[in-house]
């Protein structure tokens, strides 16, 4: 898997990806209420009962289309195993497009349904999204594997006071040449994230998805930068990001960069890039680090095959 990962990245690495940084933030005009995204808000808006107001649910979510589940058996069920405190729901194409019709409002599906089927990772992108917003837990792609047991991800910090937890993917700060490489300067991985149900980041990261849907739809070609700030990792980073400096006061450019232990700001966890990226970019340390929870293999099929 090592050899895998390594021969992945490199493949990954030879995108050339100059992106300009979209707005800082979606206009307050163009933002749907909770409550209208949502189509039962008042049974979605808050997590179970038995559960402390801020807590991740024991929940994790993964999604593939069927064709994909013989590739990534081993690795799903390496979430189940390891995890056996949390209920695991896997969704195929079909459950997926039943969950949005369930529980989301016109809006919602709309933009879903009208993602280009050419282009399966929008799809995949929006529904981790819309299915953390909803219920909440632990969204991981499917050709990813667990290293440590989702219910120990907080610590050493109190759950109950962690509302989110992500991971730096990449710390490019003060390189010049980052946009060869990443959509943002300092990008949050969206192939591994945790939520509590209705958190605000997850909440403007599917307003953003919204208000880029009309738009993106009416290009005469969509591509890998199209993905990127479309549903992928450039508009979630983006979301984070402002979330942190705007609703924590969190100056990130300072705060994340070199970030080399976990650290709590207000609820949201942010984890170095050992977290959900051990053993890439750089900086981050193996596998067999103490801090590292996820790896991300790299096998997705949404790129061409030269990518």
């Known amino acids: 898997p090592l050899a895998a990962t390594g021969r992945a990245v490199r493949m990954r690495l030879r995108a050339r990806w100059a992106l300009a940084r979209p707005a800082a933030a979606v206009?307050?005009?163009?933002?749907?209420?909770?409550?209208?995204?949502?189509?039962e808000p008042l049974a979605l808006d808050s997590p179970a009962p038995s559960l402390p107001a801020r807590s991740i649910p024991l929940r994790?979510?993964?999604?593939?289309?069927?064709?994909?589940?013989?590739?990534?058996?081993?690795f799903m069920a390496s979430w189940r195993d390891e995890n056996p405190d949390c209920r695991y729901q896997f969704y195929d194409d079909d459950d997926a497009l039943a969950y949005v019709r369930s529980n989301f409002g016109p809006q919602v599906v709309k933009a879903y349904e009208s993602m280009p089927s050419h282009l399966p990772v929008l799809k995949a992108d929006?529904?981790?999204y819309l299915a953390i917003l909803a219920h909440g837990g632990v969204y991981s792609d499917a050709d990813t594997d667990v290293l440590k047991p989702v219910a120990n991800w907080s610590r050493p910090f109190d759950p109950s006071q962690v509302g989110a937890i992500v991971g730096i993917e990449s710390d490019s700060i003060g390189r010049k040449d980052w946009k060869r490489w990443f959509p943002r300067e300092m990008q949050i991985s969206q192939w591994t994230f945790a939520a509590r149900p209705g958190h605000p980041i997850l909440h403007d990261v599917v307003n953003r998805v919204l208000v880029k849907s009309d738009a993106m739809l009416a290009l005469p070609e969509l591509n890998d930068t199209s993905v990127m700030e479309w549903t992928g990792p450039g508009v979630f980073t983006d979301a984070v990001l402002d979330y942190l400096a705007t609703?924590?006061?969190?100056?990130?450019?300072?705060?994340?960069?070199?970030?080399?232990?976990?650290?709590?700001?207000?609820?949201?966890?942010?984890?170095?890039?050992?977290g959900f990226s051990p053993g890439m970019f750089g900086r981050s340390e193996s596998v067999l680090h103490p801090q590292a929870l996820a790896e991300h293999l790299f096998y997705g099929t949404w790129h061409p095959v030269d990518y």
Do not use: Y
């Open 126 to 128: 929006f529904f981790r």
């Open 27 to 39: 206009h307050a005009a163009n933002a749907a209420s909770l409550a209208t995204l949502l189509h």
């Open 247 to 274: 609703e924590l006061h969190v100056d990130w450019r300072t705060e994340l960069h070199r970030l080399r232990q976990p650290k709590l700001f207000g609820d949201v966890l942010v984890l170095s890039t050992t």
């Open 60 to 74: 994790i979510v993964q999604t593939c289309s069927q064709e994909q589940v013989k590739m990534f058996r081993s």
